[in-house]
């Protein structure tokens, strides 16, 4: 895999506005961040950056700290809107005329599960 530079670091991404700040790479490879930086993307000791390279960038990302919260009501809608709505999803699934057959032909392993 042929080596790719970086041009820049793109904190702009988290914080929604470019902040002139300067970093020093370490011999091992670390680098300390702006304080003022931290904050804004809020984030703080011990806390996990999701790292990427974006067009040329060096790109940061918080990582949620709590990914239940993060992905809470993220399928809203999908089955419905509301419990009429899910429960007479869940009921046309349950009442499909060849689901016993379909199930049968899955667990035989001559077709894929519907």
């Known amino acids: 895999m042929p080596k790719m530079k970086v041009s820049e670091a793109a904190v702009e991404y988290i914080t929604g ?3 002139e700040a300067v970093s020093t790479i370490s011999s091992k490879n670390q680098i300390t961040l702006p304080v003022q930086l931290l904050r804004q993307m809020g984030v703080g000791p011990g806390d996990r950056l999701a790292v990427a390279v974006e067009g040329g960038r ?3 990302r918080a990582r949620p700290k709590d990914w239940v919260e993060h992905y809470a009501g ?9 419990v009429e709505e899910i429960d007479a999803h869940v009921r046309e ?6 689901r016993d057959e379909l199930i049968e032909r899955a667990w ?7």
């Open 93 to 98: 699934l349950r009442d499909t005329s060849h």
């Open 74 to 82: 993220s399928l809203r809608g999908l089955w419905g809107n509301s």
């Open 108 to 114: 035989s392993g001559t077709e894929p599960a519907p």
């Open 58 to 60: 060096l790109v940061l």
């Open 17 to 19: 506005r470019k902040e």
